[in-house]
């Protein structure tokens, strides 16, 4: 990822999928330091709803990029260090489909 210093993560083990409000605090983290490059990842165990996905897509009409692992991605991940594959791949392959988006 270029021009991101430092690589911005939030965990949420919420019992429910990350709302639009979910993400307020995180867009402004990333917002106020150039040193994320706009660029975040939130790992959220159940997900985003479908109204966070919107809010999601219209942040990258700003320039924000945020990706939401949700646990079976982070298994996957798992999957792949385990079976000699490369985890980031997984994260990638979310950053490529949000770009999709655009």
């Known amino acids: 990822m270029k021009n991101v210093d430092f690589l ?3 965990a949420k083990n919420y ?14 983290y990333i917002r106020k ?3 994320f490059g ?3 990842i939130i790992l959220s165990r159940h997900g985003a709803s479908s109204t966070c996905h919107e809010s999601i897509y219209e942040s990258l009409r ?7 692992l ?9 999957d792949y260090l385990e079976n000699g594959k ?3 791949d997984v994260i ?9 988006q655009l």
């Open 62 to 68: 700003d320039g924000l990029k945020i990706v939401v």
């Open 8 to 10: 911005l993560f939030d």
């Open 70 to 78: 949700d646990q079976d991605d982070l298994l996957l991940m798992l």
């Open 38 to 40: 706009n660029f975040g």
């Open 15 to 28: 019992s429910k999928e990350l709302t639009s409000r979910d993400l307020d605090t995180f867009r402004e």
């Open 86 to 88: 490369i985890p980031l």
């Open 92 to 100: 990638e392959n979310k950053y490529n489909e949000l770009l999709l």
């Open 33 to 35: 330091s150039p040193f």
